[in-house]
């Protein structure tokens, strides 16, 4: 079974994605190659895309629907999509808490698939994905990685997801202090981060 990861955040060398896949190729005991979208050849990314037998789609949710990077590279694979139809996987992470953020963007790739007659095959939607990999709670995340390898070898399809074991408010107030430091270090206060034009001038 030959599986093809396709990295689909617009930070790919430095993503949190990055991050995710190496942890699921931990659980992976087939052959298994890596490409991030962002800097491929998106010809050269489609016929590899055809050829493989399982696409893991993996990616942080950008304003509730995919990154652009993605949206383009679908968009194309859609166009070039051959006789062959890889079963397509998606492991999505999100800066809020809630896995359940994710939802839309999952179904964003399901409708490409029913719409190329690919297979859709499993899912895994983490919450807090910004954070948890930081913090003793990654054992978390690793257990639904396994989970999640185990069901693509067996050709199985489940619908995993995995946030930190916290209250909404101690998220709340722990990301809070976490990205008013943050701003800190630029120079920015905790009320310029408000502004919706923050990237003014940086
Ligand atoms: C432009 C932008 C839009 C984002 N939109 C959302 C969003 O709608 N919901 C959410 O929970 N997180 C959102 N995030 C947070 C990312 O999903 C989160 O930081 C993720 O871990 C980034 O993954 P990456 O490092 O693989 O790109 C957004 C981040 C950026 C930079």
């Not at 993605?70 to 492991?91: C, D, I, N, Q, Y």
């Amino acid at each position: 079974m030959n599986l093809l990861i396709l990295n689909g955040s617009p930070r790919a060398p430095r993503s949190n994605s990055k991050r995710y896949a190496e942890a699921f190729c931990r659980y992976w005991r087939g052959a298994v190659e890596t490409e991030h979208l962002l800097r491929g050849d998106v010809n050269a990314l489609c016929a590899k895309a055809g050829a493989a037998d399982q696409v893991l789609l993996v990616f942080p949710l950008y304003a509730d629907g995919l990154p652009t990077v993605l949206l383009s590279f679908l968009k194309a694979w859609e166009r070039s999509m051959g006789e062959k139809k890889p079963t397509v996987s998606v492991l999505i992470n999100c800066g809020f808490y809630e896995p359940e953020q994710n939802r839309v963007a999952v179904d964003m790739v399901r409708l490409f698939c029913k719409q190329t007659g690919c297979p859709f095959g499993s899912v895994l939607a983490i919450g807090s994905g910004e954070a948890i990999l930081d913090t003793p709670f990654r054992f978390l995340v690793g257990r639904k990685l396994r989970k999640l390898a185990g069901a693509m070898a067996r050709g199985r399809a489940v619908s995993l997801q995995c946030t930190m074991p916290i209250s909404k408010g101690m998220f709340l107030r722990a990301s809070t202090t976490y990205w008013t430091r943050y701003g800190q270090r630029f120079g920015r206060t905790a009320a310029e981060l408000d502004t919706m034009d923050i990237e003014e001038g940086t």
